[in-house]
């Protein structure tokens, strides 16, 4: 399929599949609250870069039948039970990460601000906690437009979050989000989606929105690499320094425990199910025979760690 055809029919089936803040806030108040990570943040030193792991909090929903598209749920418990973890709920942890260069500090995903659901909104304490003043912030880049990507950028009140910082944005995944034509046909279950990106990358100051195409190097050291398929322009991004190599990958795997030990399995974000599967799969394929230190923001805290093949597809193991 050619980008055009997939740009322009990738609408098709989305209604129920859009992250949606209001269905994660509606979690059955029986299923306890989930143990944020103490402290929320977690150092690596890369080469002559630091990789600061921040967490912003977790999202904690009845595993429902739907949250793995394509498979039933008696099989999806399965999976959770062999790993010793719950099944009647999932935890979604949300870990933005910054890359400290010297003056630059590169802020990458936002997490949600106040502007999300309950036990989230938790970047700021524990970038406080990690000694990174927001101020300070000299560059945010972004992976996608999803909610908990991007409504980080700006407060409900409207005031930038990063006042210093510019804002990298893959050119295909902006032009998906704020083409009129798409936003005046967006389907009902979408415009909540579209309205975020509004609100905050569609408002950013044009001197200060630097858009980059998949691969471009976007600043010295780190490298974007096309990861579609989540979303059409979603892009990972590969940090190197001295020789040593760290791996954002966003949202190529929702959480390891089902999405990286069965990589096809598609988590009803997944706006082309069938590209996405192909991008999990090349690019774990990759970061596991590299042993590369992988970083996902729905990964369990430290949110980075590697990756081990496993059955039919990988364990993810946390750096310590
Ligand atoms: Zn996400």
């Given at each position: 399929?050619?980008?055009?055809?997939?740009?322009?029919?990738?609408?098709?089936?989305?209604?129920?599949?859009?992250?949606?803040?209001?269905?994660?806030?509606?979690?059955?108040?029986?299923?306890?609250?989930?143990?944020?990570?103490?402290?929320?943040?977690?150092?690596?030193?890369?080469?002559?870069?630091?990789?600061?792991?921040?967490?912003?909090?977790?999202?904690?929903?009845?595993?429902?039948?739907?949250?793995?598209?394509?498979?039933?749920?008696?099989?999806?418990?399965?999976?959770?039970a062999s790993q010793n973890l719950p099944t009647d709920y999932v935890d979604v942890p949300y870990t933005p990460f910054v890359i400290l260069d010297g003056?630059?500090?590169?802020?990458?995903?936002?997490?949600?601000?106040?502007?999300?659901?309950?036990?989230?909104?938790?970047?700021?304490?524990?970038?406080?906690?990690?000694?990174?003043?927001?101020?300070?912030?000299?560059?945010?880049?972004?992976?996608?437009?999803?909610?908990?990507?991007?409504?980080?950028?700006?407060?409900?009140?409207?005031?930038?979050?990063?006042?210093?910082?510019?804002?990298?944005?893959?050119?295909?995944?902006?032009?998906?989000?704020?083409?009129?034509?798409?936003?005046?046909?967006?389907?009902?279950?979408?415009?909540?989606?579209?309205?975020?990106?509004?609100?905050?990358?569609?408002?950013?100051?044009?001197?200060?929105?630097?858009?980059?195409?998949?691969?471009?190097?976007?600043?010295?050291?780190?490298?974007?690499?096309?990861?579609?398929?989540?979303?059409?322009?979603?892009?990972?991004?590969?940090?190197?320094?001295?020789?040593?190599?760290?791996?954002?990958?966003?949202?190529?795997?929702?959480?390891?425990?089902?999405?990286?030990?069965?990589?096809?399995?598609?988590?009803?974000?997944?706006?082309?199910?069938?590209?996405?599967?192909?991008?999990?799969?090349?690019?774990?394929?990759?970061?596991?025979?590299?042993?590369?230190?992988?970083?996902?923001?729905?990964?369990?805290?430290?949110?980075?760690?590697?990756?081990?093949?496993?059955?039919?597809?990988?364990?993810?193991?946390?750096?310590?």
């Open positions: 399929m050619n980008r055009r055809t997939f740009l322009g029919t990738s609408l098709a089936g989305l209604s129920t599949l859009v992250w949606n803040p209001v269905s994660w806030a509606q979690g059955s108040p029986n299923l306890g609250s989930p143990t944020l990570p103490d402290p929320g943040f977690k150092r690596m030193q890369l080469g002559k870069l630091q990789v600061v792991a921040l967490n912003d909090g977790i999202g904690r929903r009845p595993l429902v039948d739907g949250f793995v598209r394509n498979a039933p749920l008696d099989q999806v418990k399965a999976l959770l003056d630059k500090r590169y802020l990458l995903d936002t997490g949600f601000a106040d502007n999300g659901p309950p036990n989230s909104g938790k970047l700021h304490a524990n970038m406080k906690a990690a000694g990174i003043a927001p101020e300070s912030i000299t560059d945010v880049i972004i992976s996608h437009y999803h909610g908990d990507h991007i409504n980080g950028l700006r407060y409900k009140n409207g005031d930038w979050v990063y006042p210093n910082a510019r804002v990298h944005v893959s050119a295909p995944e902006h032009a998906f989000w704020t083409d009129p034509d798409r936003i005046a046909k967006a389907p009902e279950a979408m415009k909540g989606a579209f309205a975020a990106v509004q609100r905050t990358l569609g408002s950013v100051p044009a001197d200060k929105l630097m858009k980059f195409e998949p691969g471009a190097v976007v600043a010295p050291g780190i490298t974007s690499m096309a990861a579609f398929g989540h979303t059409p322009g979603q892009c990972a991004f590969m940090v190197e320094s001295d020789g040593q190599r760290f791996a954002y990958i966003a949202d190529i795997t929702n959480i390891p425990a089902l999405f990286a030990r069965n990589p096809d399995f598609a988590v009803m974000f997944d706006m082309n199910p069938d590209q996405a599967r192909e991008t999990r799969r090349t690019v774990l394929a990759m970061l596991a025979r590299d042993k590369i230190l992988t970083g996902g923001f729905h990964f369990p805290f430290p949110a980075m760690g590697t990756l081990v093949p496993e059955g039919q597809g990988y364990q993810f193991v946390p750096a310590n």
